[in-house]
């Protein structure tokens, strides 16, 4: 069983940066899939990226937001930098036990088994 804990997220003006932290408890963390999505009101869970066997970026976010891992702390990070207004979303990490899905599998929301309870991120233009 993991358990994943979302930290990091406020409120920043349009350029700014933050990086958003998931803490995970459970063994072989390293050994997972972590996928990050944000989601807005009445709209689906979206990828913004992740990272298993490679690392993924939506486009909307390439070049500007990056994924990382402390595989000693158990914890995922998503660097977000630039950031725009329509960056505003509640950001969710999510863990998978399997890492050789391909970008069609880690992309769905429904690949994932664990996931954190979301920390909210506002961008002011």
């Known amino acids: 069983q993991v358990q994943l804990v979302e930290s990091g997220g406020g409120l920043v003006q349009a350029g700014g940066s933050l990086r958003l932290s998931c803490a995970a408890s459970?063994?072989?963390?390293?050994?997972?899939?972590v996928g990050w999505f944000r989601q807005v009101p009445g709209k689906e869970r979206g990828l913004v990226g992740y990272?298993?066997?490679?690392?993924y970026y939506a486009d909307s976010v390439k070049g500007r937001f990056t994924i990382s891992r402390d595989n000693a702390k158990n914890t995922v990070y998503l660097q977000m930098n630039s950031l725009k207004p329509e960056d505003a979303a509640v950001y969710y990490c999510?863990?998978?036990?399997?890492?050789?899905?391909?970008?069609?599998?880690?992309?769905?929301?429904?690949?994932?088994?664990?996931w954190g309870q979301g920390t909210q991120v506002t961008v002011s233009s």
């Open positions: 459970g063994r072989f963390f390293s050994k997972y899939t």
């Open positions: 999510a863990a998978s036990p399997t890492v050789y899905g391909g970008d069609s599998t880690y992309a769905r929301a429904a690949s994932y088994d664990y």
């Open positions: 990272s298993g066997d490679t690392t």
